[in-house]
């Protein structure tokens, strides 16, 4: 599966932002989705997860209540809704697609990645 990223941005702190994932290839529903994001001089780290079916997710600490995962297998496209966006969500943000059914928060359990998509939150 092929993965693009879209809809990053310059924001300000507290505003919001949607960042898209577009799939290729007819499986895009078999996979569970995540979001990761890495900012400069750091690890990529796990954001959030979405079940294939779409009826389960999981997300970091750090955004929970913030952000919203969501999917539409219909369109091969999943989504990350972010809000209250604080200056330290500034990174470039990479979805990825698993093929397990179990949502996992390792960048090594993830199958395929996307090119990611630059958020930068000002104050």
């Known amino acids: 599966v092929q993965l693009q990223a879209s809809g990053g941005g310059l924001v300000q702190a507290g505003g919001s932002l949607r960042v898209s994932c577009a799939a290729s290839g007819r499986t895009f529903m078999s996979y569970t989705m995540g979001w990761f994001r890495q900012a400069p001089g750091k690890e990529r780290e796990f954001v959030a997860a979405?079940?294939?079916?779409?009826?389960?997710?999981y997300y970091a600490d750090s955004v929970k209540g913030r952000f919203t995962i969501s999917r539409d297998n219909a369109k091969n496209t999943v989504y990350l809704q972010m809000s209250s966006l604080k200056p330290e969500d500034t990174a470039v943000y990479y979805c990825?697609?698993?093929?397990?059914?179990?949502?996992?928060?390792?960048?090594?359990?993830?199958?395929?990645w996307g090119q990611g998509t630059q958020v930068t939150v000002s104050s």
């Open positions: 979405i079940s294939w079916r779409g009826s389960s997710t």
């Open positions: 990825a697609a698993d093929r397990s059914t179990v949502m996992r928060t390792s960048t090594n359990a993830y199958d395929y």
